[in-house]
């Protein structure tokens, strides 16, 4: 009878001469947590300037309030302080809109500059794990075929 190769272990012996190095799993999952902390910390620092001029522009509209709801002697001192609550209104909405749009503008800025950071930083972890790769293959080629 024919005696039938054991393939169990010649894949378990073809595996050992080719070892997986799992340093560069270990480096891709800090690098990727890393740049989720990064874009954390933009988006939070954001967050965190959007409730300040939001909050500014909420403080500024009820002081102005204070000053249309006062009692008025005469009714055309309502129109008048009507009339300057909706022109303060507006030049604050063009004040705060501003402003959201510079956190904005930040906001982008530093997601670009964050994205090419990794994106080099990717491009050189993923050349200098080739190399390595490639090393030990060639490495473990010569040891398989010098047997």
């Not at 690098?31 to 989720?36: D, E, P, Y």
């Not at 050349?127 to 390595?132: E, I, L, R």
């Amino acid at each position: 009878m024919a005696k039938t190769n054991d393939y169990t272990k010649m894949f378990k012996d073809m595996m050992g001469a080719f070892p997986m190095d799992m340093s560069g799993m270990e480096e891709a999952f800090k690098s990727q947590a890393a740049l989720g902390e990064k874009f954390s910390k933009v988006a939070l620092d954001a967050a965190s300037q959007s409730i300040e001029i939001s909050t500014k522009w909420t403080k500024d509209t009820l002081g102005k309030m204070g000053d249309m709801t006062t009692a008025k002697a005469d009714a055309a001192d309502y129109s008048k302080a009507m009339t300057d609550f909706a022109s303060a209104q507006a030049e604050m909405a063009a004040e705060n809109l501003a402003a959201f749009a510079e956190v904005a503008k930040k906001v982008q800025m530093d997601t670009v500059d964050l994205m090419l950071a990794a994106g080099k930083d990717m491009g050189a972890e993923a050349s200098a794990a080739m190399q390595k790769a490639s090393d030990e293959m060639t490495k473990a080629t010569k040891k398989a075929t010098s047997k």
